[in-house]
C-alpha cells in the first residue's frame, strides 16, 4: 500500500489521502497511523481517494471510521444522540471526512457493511 497526502485550498483547506493498494488487516495500521500523524499536524478536513484502493476490508473501515471520529471530537457538530438519529434517518453527511472514487471493489464493502 502506498499513501501520499495534498492540501487543496477552497472555502476550507482539505487534504486529500491517496490510497494505492489495500486496506486489510495487514496494512490498516499504517493507513491509521498516517492519517493520525495528518490530523494531528492541524488538518482539519479530510477526503480520502481511493480510486487505486482495489480492496478494503473491515479492518480499513474501521479505520475510516476511527478517524471520523477523532475528526467529530475535534469539530464537536451535533452531539451522540442527534448524530444517531441523523444517521439512522440517512440524513448526516459528515462535514469533515469524505471519500471518494471508490473502486467497484471498495463500493461493495462500503455498501454490505451500511457505510
Known amino acids: 500500500m502506498d ?31 498516517i492519517s493520525e500523524t495528518i490530523i494531528n499536524d492541524g488538518a482539519r478536513h479530510l477526503l480520502v481517494d481511493l480510486k487505486d ?22 469539530h464537536n457538530d451535533v452531539n451522540d444522540d442527534e448524530l444517531r438519529v441523523q444517521m439512522r ?3 448526516y453527511k459528515s462535514p469533515y471526512i469524505k471519500v471518494a472514487n471508490l473502486s467497484p ?11
Open 89 to 91: 434517518a440517512g440524513s
Open 53 to 74: 484502493a482495489y480492496y478494503i476490508s473491515s479492518a480499513g473501515l474501521r479505520a475510516i471510521h476511527i478517524l471520523f471520529n477523532k475528526l467529530r471530537a475535534i
Open 3 to 33: 499513501i501520499t497526502a495534498s492540501t487543496e485550498h477552497g472555502r476550507v483547506p482539505v487534504t486529500i489521502i491517496h490510497v494505492k493498494g489495500s486496506i486489510d488487516s495487514s496494512t490498516h495500521q499504517t493507513f491509521q497511523a
Open 105 to 115: 471493489q471498495a463500493r461493495d464493502a462500503f455498501e454490505l457493511s451500511g457505510f
